[in-house]
């Protein structure tokens, strides 16, 4: 059974950082696509980034680039996104989630977890 699951969020003010962490478990994590995507109320779930089962690949959503750093240790089964400078405008619940294949649609994942809440404050 593939688990993953999110730690990390929490509320913080506009400007600070967090570090969002997965968790996997029941699957060869290294040959999975790591991806992040993010859902805020009344939007649709969007792309935030992903990660190659190397780590070597990256790939962020334009408006993300700069300030979100995606990556993985798959020693642990682990992967992070760093967020810093975040904005009110990045408060979502933000979810984990794996594919086969490089992918950028949610669609294309397999694998999701239960999410974690981001809010940040003004």
């Known amino acids: 059974q593939v688990q993953l699951v999110e730690s990390g969020g929490g509320l913080v003010q506009a400007g600070d950082s967090l570090r969002l962490s997965c968790a996997a478990s029941?699957?060869?994590?290294?040959?999975?696509?790591m991806g992040w995507f993010r859902q805020a109320p009344g939007k649709e779930r969007e792309f935030v980034a992903f990660?190659?089962?190397?780590?070597?690949?990256?790939k962020y959503a334009d408006s993300l680039k700069g300030r979100f750093t995606i990556s993985r240790d798959n020693g642990k089964n682990t992967q992070y996104l760093q967020m810093n400078s975040l904005k009110p405008e990045d408060t979502a619940v933000y979810y984990c989630?794996?594919?086969?294949?490089?992918?950028?649609?949610?669609?294309?994942?397999?694998?999701w977890g239960q999410g974690t809440q981001v809010t940040v404050s003004s």
């Open positions: 989630a794996a594919s086969l294949g490089i992918a950028t649609t949610a669609r294309q994942y397999l694998y």
């Open positions: 029941g699957l060869t994590f290294r040959s999975y696509i």
């Open positions: 990660v190659s089962g190397s780590g070597l690949t990256t």
